[in-house]
């Protein structure tokens, strides 16, 4: 059947907008009726997810700084060494693989040439192959020895949007699942934090409820030729993608930093009128994070930076140093991703359609990249 807008002008718009039920979809079935954790589908041995002593997540684009996401969860959940690669790096650096080695490939098509060519590699080499995925059927979840399906329904649109966040939310799944097999968590922490999970797609129909300002600042931005985006921690790949997502769209410069970097050269591009849009850890989390982001959107609002600040909700020590808050609900740090992408997603896409742009079919991209 054709995908429909659903009345939206633009399927990127109904995507950003579907991604309550991209979320809930995902963690659908994916617990049983106490809460625990039920992950039938990862057909992998369990003594062989035992002895794994490190994950490889593979990835392209969008859904590689999902696996950068995740890679914050299932470190700490699981205490197994991760690392995030794109995968037409990994492919041809000669990368060590080996039995004891979990390859887990994020993937919204699935047909992802470079992705699959390393997964193909990785396997060749004896590791044992994850693959997530929102296509039924689809080349890499053929390839591998287990899939996690995302939900997230068909994503039209060119740039990704929905399927991010649901690969984020089945690789903390994945992350669960294993903490759970090697017993990294008890089983009251883990029902803690799928019940957590259970009530964001709650929390970004608020977000989306709440989108106008944004949408405003947006189309009073038209003509702005560069934004920074800086983050931390889990932060730090969502500034990524916020990035990503404004240069897809809207044909902007951009680039997203990871907060702690701004004195090592970033700081050097600030002068006065640079939009600077800060993702703020929560004021909860650990490490005093918050208070550095904090600085660091203190120091660029010094040497002229026009600062945007997406923080948690009743985070009042920001405003004074933001030209514009935008307020999410709160969250344990590690699922705040779910929450701080959107409004980030919804600044792109009303910018690029501030200009005029297709936002569903950028120039020069391709939803599915099968050629090298
Ligand atoms: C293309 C798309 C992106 C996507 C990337 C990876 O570049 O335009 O939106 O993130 O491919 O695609 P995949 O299907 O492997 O997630």
């Known amino acids: 059947a054709a995908a429909k807008k659903d009345g939206y002008p633009s399927f990127m718009e109904k995507e950003i907008n579907d991604q309550p039920d991209a979320v809930a979809q995902t963690l659908l079935g994916r617990s049983d009726i106490d809460g625990n954790l039920t992950l039938d589908e990862i057909r992998v041995d369990p003594a062989v997810l035992k002895s794994i002593n490190r994950i490889i997540v593979l990835a392209c684009g969008t859904s590689?700084?999902?696996g950068q996401v995740a890679r914050y969860a299932i470190e700490h959940w699981c205490r197994i060494p991760t690392e995030v690669e794109l995968s037409h790096e990994f492919r041809y650096r000669d990368p060590i693989v080996d039995e004891n080695t979990l390859i887990v490939s994020l993937s919204q098509s699935g047909e992802t040439m470079d992705t699959l060519m390393a997964v193909r590699y990785a396997?060749?080499?004896?590791?044992?192959?994850v693959a997530i995925c929102n296509t039924n059927g689809s080349t890499i979840p053929r390839e591998s020895d287990a899939v996690l399906y995302t939900h997230a329904g068909p994503e039209i649109a060119v740039a990704s949007t929905k399927a991010f966040l649901a690969q984020i939310t089945a690789a903390y799944l994945l992350g669960l699942y294993l903490a759970q097999l090697r017993g990294n968590l008890f089983q009251g922490q883990i029902k803690d934090i799928l019940a957590e999970l259970a009530k964001t797609p709650a929390?970004?129909?608020?977000?989306?409820?709440?989108?106008?300002?944004?949408?405003e600042l947006a189309r009073s931005m038209a003509d702005t030729r560069s934004v920074l985006f800086l983050g931390r921690h889990v932060g730090y790949p969502v500034a990524m993608e916020g990035a990503l997502k404004l240069?897809?769209?809207a044909y902007i410069h951009a680039e997203g930093f990871a907060a702690g970097e701004l004195k090592h050269g970033p700081i050097a591009l600030i002068e006065e009128g640079q939009p600077v849009i800060v993702v703020v850890p929560s004021p909860r989390g650990r490490d005093s994070l918050h208070s550095k982001v904090v600085s660091n959107i203190q120091e660029v609002r010094a040497r002229g930076a026009k600062t945007i600040v997406i923080a948690e909700e009743g985070d009042e020590s920001v405003r004074e140093f933001a030209e514009h808050v935008f307020y999410i609900p709160e969250t344990s740090p590690l699922?705040?991703?779910?929450?701080?992408?959107v409004p980030l997603q919804i600044f792109?896409?009303?910018?690029?359609m501030a200009k005029g742009y297709d936002v569903d079919q950028p120039r020069n991209l391709a939803k599915s990249v099968t050629v090298e």
Not at 348 to 352: K, M, R, T, V, Y
Request: net charge positive; with cysteine.
């Open 64 to 66: 590689a700084y999902a």
């Open 123 to 129: 396997r060749e080499q004896g590791a044992k192959t």
């Open 203 to 215: 929390k970004i129909a608020t977000v989306l409820a709440n989108s106008e300002q944004i949408k």
């Open 247 to 249: 240069k897809e769209l």
């Open 335 to 341: 699922l705040a991703p779910l929450l701080t992408t």
């Open 348 to 352: 792109a896409c009303e910018l690029a």
